[in-house]
């Protein structure tokens, strides 16, 4: 995964947020303020509900941080997407996370943050694999299966660029993680799968030439917070996002979440 900030909001969030009280690490220091957070725990490895029942993920981990550099406490609401961007921009939460692609339309609800994250999808196939080596190919061959997990950014990329749009299409294998598919495509039963270029490169890198990566990135998003309009909010956490992505903190988290996680399944 490639990580990309905006460097010239960024520059001014930051000025703004160090006119405030600072914290021993330079940060703005809000004092314990109370910051309730929305989300909807469905959107894997960002936000989701573990086996146990837990709401864990890459944006839990990363607000946890954030919320300890600014002096915040956190607590934590849930709601679903339908109705979260409205929700935020009534003022009705302090800040969503939600896997939420930063758009133009969307800026005429709400404030973003920088982005945290430029998620980029990549195309994972076995090592000797010679029948295709882009999507066009795959898309013309109905012989070959694509492993997916349903309600993942994958799958609905899968859908949009390689398939015809349906969700039950006979050539989606579905699995409960990513770590079954990626199973299913070294044993063969699958030949190709989708991921984050993360844990594409990751998983690629430890499989000793077993798999490999095909093509060119089928899209990319870049994802923020959403705060209502006019959130003295968005500053500190853009200062908070900068100084985690210098310290190499965003970069760690895009390993444990979208690497060794699925690593571990």
Known sequence: MKLSLAIPALSLSLSMALSLPATAGGLPDLAGREVVVVTENTYPPLQFLDAGGKA????????????????????????????????????????????????????????FSSPYMLSEMLMVVRGDESRFADAEAFRSDDRLLLA??????????????????NPDNQRIVKF???GAGLAALQAGDVDLAL??????????GASEGALKIIGSPLGAEEFGFIFPKGSDLVAPVDAALAAMAEDGTLEALNRKWFYEATRAE
Do not use: C
């Not at 349903?150 to 799958?155: A, E, R, S």
């Not at 991921?195 to 490169?201: G, L």
């Open 176 to 178: 409960e993680t990513f």
């Open 56 to 111: 864990v993920g890459w944006e839990y981990d990363a607000i946890s941080e954030i919320a300890s550099r600014l002096n915040l406490v956190v607590k934590y609401e849930n709601t679903s997407w339908d109705a979260m961007i409205p929700a935020i921009a009534a003022g009705q939460y302090d800040l969503a996370m939600n896997g939420i692609t930063i758009r133009d339309d969307r800026r005429e609800q709400v404030d």
């Open 148 to 165: 997916a997990q349903p309600g993942t950014t994958p799958f609905y990329v899968a859908l949009d660029a390689l398939l015809d749009g």
């Open 195 to 204: 991921s984050d270029s993360t844990a594409a490169r990751g998983h690629v």
